[in-house]
């Protein structure tokens, strides 16, 4: 029963917290905590109601962090050092399922179709926009969870607020058209990575359009990770989508890594 | 648990005992986060892991013992500075903290 609604809201990406007593009074002990837009349902006991309280009220917090982590409580869910003396420690082990990070393509090119394999083997949500009816198409990118037919500006409007630090804007297009949108409509989300792809001749031109449209601020620009992906040599666009991936992951944990935006010199040697 | 989910509902349709693995603590150097998890059934199969492949087959056995035990679950820990339970660790030197209990929810 619990395991079954546990089950449902991974497969439809739904956020999720399951709770397990690993520790303590009634070890194994499960509760599910399923938040909703209005209330908080639940499932499952962890042996006290006023611990499933603030289990429950922890579990959210963990979930919209982000994180999985191991919390002591007392028997009646008491937190603070003075009421857990003197009480057996019951250790919960708090296990947040959140829903997987996106990434959205523009651009439905080939490079397309490898990065959007790639991304799934990470465990990406993948979204390909692009406005060209015969390209963007499911067949091209079965692969991929959406196929949009439509322009950036729409696409990042509706979507841009759920987009944070976890997710990824790729920009694959090479069309001023397409691209100098895209690129505003990236800006004005906090996604965490802004990659779009040229040569460094491309991006300089690209930049003298932007700052037509009064794109110019160096904090803006220092987000666009232009040419995208990492010094690695890559040819294929398999290889490239290796790179491009390879460079979400360093950006997202911090790692000084040999991005082309932060080299010089020819992409293809 | 997202990659296992379906080896489980498999079992649960053919009526196997199933136990769960589930990494819950590491401490410096660990293969899998908190949240990597396997499951074995009573046959002995398994899905997942927990570990870069170091301490999946003691897993099993623990998690066959608990099946046939009655148990709720119990924390196992795995780890270079652990000399009592295991002969197998993780040559990575961390230790990584397991909860393993039968999936009777």
Known sequence: ??????????????????????????????????????????????????LDRVASRDAIGELEAGRTSVRNYGPAGQVTP???????????????????????IF???????????????????VVVCDAREVFATKRRFP?????????PTPVLSARGSNLGPRDAICILTHDPKFDV?????????????IGVMGSRKTHAKRLERLAEVGVTKPQDLDRLM???????????????????????????????VPSLAKSEGPIHR | MREILGDIDRWRAQNKRIAVARVVDIE????????????????????????????????????????????FGRLVK???SDDEAFAVGLTCGGVVHLFIQPLSW
């Open chain 1, 143 to 151: 692969m991929a969870d959406e196929v949009l037919v439509t322009w």
């Open chain 1, 1 to 50: 029963m619990l395991y079954t609604a546990l089950a449902e809201r991974i497969r439809k990406n739904k956020p999720v917290v399951l709770l397990t007593v690993i520790d303590g009074p009634n070890t194994g002990a499960t509760l599910l905590v399923a938040p909703d837009q209005t209330q908080i349902e639940t499932l499952g006991t962890l042996g006290n109601a006023e």
């Open chain 1, 82 to 104: 003075e009421d857990l003396q003197d009480t057996p420690v019951v250790r919960v082990f708090v296990e947040s399922f959140s829903p997987p990070p996106q990434m959205i």
């Open chain 1, 181 to 193: 949108p895209a690129i505003q409509g990236a800006l004005a989300t906090s996604v965490g990575y």
């Open chain 2, 78 to 80: 795995f780890g270079y």
């Open chain 2, 28 to 71: 410096g150097s660990g293969p899998r986060d908190p949240g990597a998890a396997m499951a074995v059934n009573e046959d002995g199969e398994v899905c997942g892991s927990v570990s870069g492949g170091c301490v999946e087959g003691a897993v099993v056995a623990e998690a066959l013992e608990i099946l046939n035990s009655k148990s």
């Open chain 1, 226 to 256: 232009s040419p995208i992906g990492l010094d690695i040599g890559s040819r294929t666009p398999e290889e490239t989508a290796i790179s491009i991936c390879a460079e979400i992951i360093g950006k997202r944990v911090g790692r000084s």
């Open chain 1, 107 to 125: 651009g439905a090119v080939d490079f397309t179709a490898a990065l959007a394999r790639v991304a799934k083997v990470l465990g990406y949500y």
